[in-house]
């Protein structure tokens, strides 16, 4: 079957059914690794591509032709024939033609996703505008939660690279995936993955301070509590708060003032066996408590006893130990608690 729709798809071009229904097949078929392979084989790629190229107004091939790209990359050898073929390229023009479009924008974030991983297709598809296509489709679908994981997920990609976060941030990303996280705060994935954005954005100076000004201190917050046994949403969410932090006293008196001492520190409790938000969690601590009142807020919440106890729990982990004893000497600095 693979074969023979991909010669289909090669042999009508032209024919906007077949191509629909052919990408549609490779998307359903494409159930594990070995198919994806087989379909990469008999030239899915290259026929995907050409599909959404020749149907361009098509809203039907562009939502099945983007999916294929997010589906099919099994591994980077997939990744880069999409690459090679112009699949960036052509993800970007199916996205800005149907912007209106949910379902293209969902897919096509997500393919930009996973295609940036590979750093040469990263810098094709900045080239080629994906920062901003993906904050225009974060910023047009704010009410669609799939919209906003995948996008965060893209912007979190994309941003790798400090030219790409500079690029997302004069797009307007920080304030769109600050606005997509405040629109879904129930959504576990979105909260995961928009702090995640927000941790690759705020490496860079310039958009830490957009992206406290545009609320990310009180959403980060705001999500933590809302999924304390959630321990990705905790992990990358103190995580984000080390970001926002570091070296950004008007962003860290708004964590504070927003609970993220509290927060944090309710993490680690929920997640004390949780090695990566121990470490993001002590990181978290030490950042914060630059000064008296925020360490009293953090003495408060119970930070000391659970930096202790992630210490003890964590003892042949040397990021814990490292961060662990980091907080403490921070916090018993000046003997002020």
Request: glycine residues 8%; charged residues 15%; neutral net charge.
């Amino acid at each position: 079957a693979c074969e023979a729709v991909i010669a289909g798809m090669r042999a009508h071009v032209s024919n906007t059914d077949v191509q629909y229904w052919g990408a549609r097949a490779a998307c359903n078929l494409a159930v594990n690794d070995s198919i994806k392979t087989k379909l990469s084989v008999a030239g899915a790629c290259e026929a995907v591509v050409a599909g959404m190229r020749a149907h361009l107004s098509s809203a039907d091939v562009q939502h099945y032709g983007v999916r294929a790209v997010h589906t099919l990359p099994v591994n980077d050898i997939i990744r880069t024939k999409f690459g090679d073929v112009g699949a960036a390229e052509a993800v970007l023009l199916g996205m800005r033609a149907h912007a209106p479009n949910a379902g293209v924008q969902h897919y096509g974030a997500w393919a930009v996703e996973t295609m940036a991983v590979n750093d040469a297709i990263r810098a094709k598809l900045a080239a080629a505008g994906a920062c901003e296509v993906v904050v225009a489709a974060m910023s047009a679908h704010v009410s669609n939660a799939d919209v906003q994981l995948h996008g965060a997920t893209a912007v979190f990609s994309l941003a790798a690279n400090d030219t790409n976060s500079t690029r997302l941030g004069a797009a307007g990303a920080c304030e769109a995936v600050v606005a997509g996280m405040q629109a879904h705060v129930s959504n576990t994935d979105v909260q995961h993955y928009g702090a995640w954005a927000v941790i690759n954005l705020a490496a860079n100076a310039t958009n830490q301070a957009k992206l406290g000004a545009a609320g990310a201190c009180d959403a980060v917050v705001a999500g933590m509590r809302n999924h304390v046994s959630n321990a990705g949403v905790q992990h990358y969410g103190a995580w984000a708060v080390c970001t926002l932090a570091a070296n950004n006293d008007t962003n860290t008196a708004k964590l504070c003032g927003a609970g993220a001492c509290k927060a944090v520190v309710a993490g680690m409790r929920a997640h004390i066996s949780n090695a990566d938000m121990q470490h993001y969690g002590a990181r978290a601590v030490e950042t914060m408590a630059v000064n008296d009142t925020n360490k009293a807020k953090l003495c408060a919440a119970g930070a000391c006893e659970a930096v202790v106890a992630s210490m003890r729990a964590h003892v042949s982990d040397a990021d814990v130990q490292h961060y662990g004893a980091r907080a403490v000497e921070t916090l018993a600095a000046d003997n002020t608690v």
